[in-house]
């Protein structure tokens, strides 16, 4: 059998229609968006038809999106971005955002706090669910951004982004969403969902690497972390990346045209996966019942994830323990201390997350594996 792939959550394979369509670009349009000339106007014209592709995506005025680097950027964008602002007129910066946020939203809202700004982290309970009613309390008067992911990297949590967003709306307080595991994966509006900002991520939708977008709603107060050429309407200066801003269009198309009935396929998958795991003697899972349909975390008392994933990966399955970022790291995961496990099942914990291309088959021949694994550890 083929290596099988189920570590989604890090990053997908790249679309078929991605990839032509990058390479189309690559090879015809050669000009910077900027220049005046012919060739300028063609690749402008490339980046304003991909900017209409994922404004859709997430039911967003195009107006309202900008390119990033990718998902760090992005929440760093935001973040930090909010914080300068405030610190440009002299006005105080509070933060609110979660214990089970990503890195990147975390190690952002630290930096802020290392210049002076005040972050509160907000518990989850034991399924990762933010607790509405200590956020409510979390927000002050001086509090300047809140900012809560909409599905949790590691568990697949799905946050009660509407409820949360609502709080802030009536305290006039602006809310950004980390939607980097769910955008292209689950419907997502952000008018819908109430939000000021929101970031993703073009590999995580199949799309190509080292692209991202911040959406921000007009009439947030953001500093530009970027500046030079006023690029991205003075929000991102640098020339932008014409393929990889055609390539992620193209997967926000494709993922608008299957997004049903891969939601269909992967929850069946994940059921069938759940049921072989609950086989199992001594597994739990983690996570909450509102969850993405292609994440799967689950741990089995007294075995390593470490040692897992590593047998696993012999036999040709590859997973993941922790988060993409942190793979390989053997402190536990932050995200299920928080959600009250020891770090002893913490560091049982692994994370199997599917996609577009997982096979029955190959979710057959992995839960056979891993039982198999596991008898063979325990003998
Ligand atoms: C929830 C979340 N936020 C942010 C990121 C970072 O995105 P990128 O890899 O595009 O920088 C990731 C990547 O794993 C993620 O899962």
Same mark, same amino acid.
């Given at each position: 059998?083929?290596?099988?792939?189920?570590d989604?959550?890090?990053?997908?394979?790249?679309?078929?229609?991605?990839?032509?369509?990058?390479?189309?670009?690559e090879?015809?349009f050669?000009?910077?968006?900027?220049?005046v000339?012919a060739?300028?106007?063609?690749?402008?014209?490339?980046?304003?038809?991909?900017?209409?592709?994922?404004?859709?995506l997430?039911?967003?005025?195009?107006?309202?999106?900008?390119?990033?680097?990718?998902?760090?950027?992005?929440?760093?964008?935001?973040?930090?971005?909010?914080?300068?602002?405030?610190?440009s007129?002299?006005?105080?910066?509070?933060?609110?955002?979660?214990?089970?946020?990503?890195?990147?939203?975390?190690?952002?809202?630290?930096?802020?706090?290392?210049l002076?700004?005040?972050v509160?982290?907000?518990p989850?309970?034991?399924?990762?669910?933010?607790?509405?009613?200590?956020?409510?309390?979390?927000?002050?008067a001086?509090?300047?951004?809140?900012s809560?992911m909409?599905?949790?990297?590691?568990?697949?949590?799905?946050?009660?982004?509407r409820?949360?967003?609502?709080?802030?709306?009536?305290r006039?307080?602006?809310?950004?969403?980390?939607?980097?595991?769910?955008?292209?994966?689950?419907?997502?509006?952000?008018r819908?969902?109430?939000?000021?900002?929101? +970031?993703?991520?073009?590999?995580?939708?199949?799309?190509?690497?080292?692209?991202?977008?911040?959406?921000?709603?007009?009439?947030?107060?953001?500093?530009?972390?970027?500046?030079?050429?006023?690029?991205?309407?003075?929000m991102?200066?640098?020339?932008?990346?014409?393929?990889?801003?055609v390539g992620l269009?193209?997967?926000?198309?494709?993922?608008?045209?299957?997004?049903?009935?891969e939601?269909?396929?992967?929850?069946?998958?994940q059921?069938?996966?759940?049921? +072989?795991?609950?086989?199992?003697e001594?597994?739990?899972?983690?996570?909450?019942?509102?969850?993405?349909p292609?994440?799967?975390?689950?741990?089995?008392?007294?075995?390593?994830?470490?040692?897992?994933?590593?047998?696993?990966?012999?036999?040709?399955?590859?997973?993941?323990?922790?988060?993409?970022?942190?793979?390989?790291?053997v402190?536990?995961?932050?995200?299920?201390?928080?959600?009250?496990?020891?770090?002893?099942?913490?560091?049982?914990?692994?994370?199997?997350?599917?996609?577009?291309f997982?096979?029955?088959?190959?979710?057959?021949?992995f839960?056979?594996?891993?039982c198999?694994?596991?008898?063979?550890?325990?003998?």
């Amino acid at each position: 059998m083929k290596p099988v792939y189920l570590d989604y959550a890090a990053t997908t394979p790249m679309a078929e229609e991605a990839r032509i369509a990058m390479q189309e670009v690559e090879r015809d349009f050669i000009g910077n968006p900027s220049s005046v000339h012919a060739f300028g106007q063609e690749a402008r014209a490339a980046i304003r038809k991909a900017r209409m592709e994922i404004a859709d995506l997430i039911d967003a005025d195009p107006e309202d999106i900008f390119f990033t680097s990718g998902g760090t950027e992005s929440d760093n964008a935001i973040i930090k971005g909010v914080f300068f602002d405030r610190k440009s007129r002299s006005l105080p910066c509070h933060i609110v955002t979660s214990r089970v946020e990503h890195s990147a939203v975390l190690e952002a809202c630290a930096f802020c706090e290392s210049l002076g700004a005040e972050v509160t982290q907000v518990p989850v309970d034991s399924e990762g669910i933010v607790q509405k009613e200590a956020f409510a309390q979390s927000l002050r008067a001086d509090t300047a951004l809140a900012s809560i992911m909409l599905a949790n990297n590691e568990v697949g949590t799905i946050e009660p982004i509407r409820e949360l967003s609502a709080l802030c709306r009536e305290r006039n307080i602006p809310f950004h969403t980390d939607a980097v595991q769910a955008v292209g994966h689950i419907p997502v509006s952000v008018r819908e969902l109430g939000v000021d900002a929101l +970031s993703f991520s073009g590999h995580k939708l199949y799309g190509p690497k080292g692209i991202g977008v911040l959406y921000i709603r007009k009439g947030v107060n953001v500093s530009p972390l970027l500046t030079g050429g006023g690029q991205e309407r003075g929000m991102r200066s640098g020339t932008e990346n014409v393929p990889a801003i055609v390539g992620l269009g193209a997967a926000a198309r494709l993922s608008r045209q299957s997004m049903q009935q891969e939601i269909e396929h992967l929850t069946d998958l994940q059921e069938y996966l759940k049921a +072989s795991i609950a086989s199992i003697e001594g597994s739990f899972l983690n996570g909450a019942r509102t969850k993405l349909p292609g994440n799967f975390n689950f741990g089995v008392h007294g075995i390593s994830a470490e040692e897992l994933l590593m047998r696993l990966d012999l036999e040709g399955f590859a997973v993941s323990a922790g988060s993409a970022c942190n793979a390989g790291a053997v402190e536990p995961s932050h995200v299920l201390l928080a959600m009250g496990r020891t770090p002893e099942e913490a560091r049982a914990s692994v994370r199997v997350s599917l996609g577009r291309f997982t096979t029955k088959d190959e979710i057959l021949a992995f839960a056979a594996k891993l039982c198999d694994i596991v008898r063979e550890i325990r003998q």
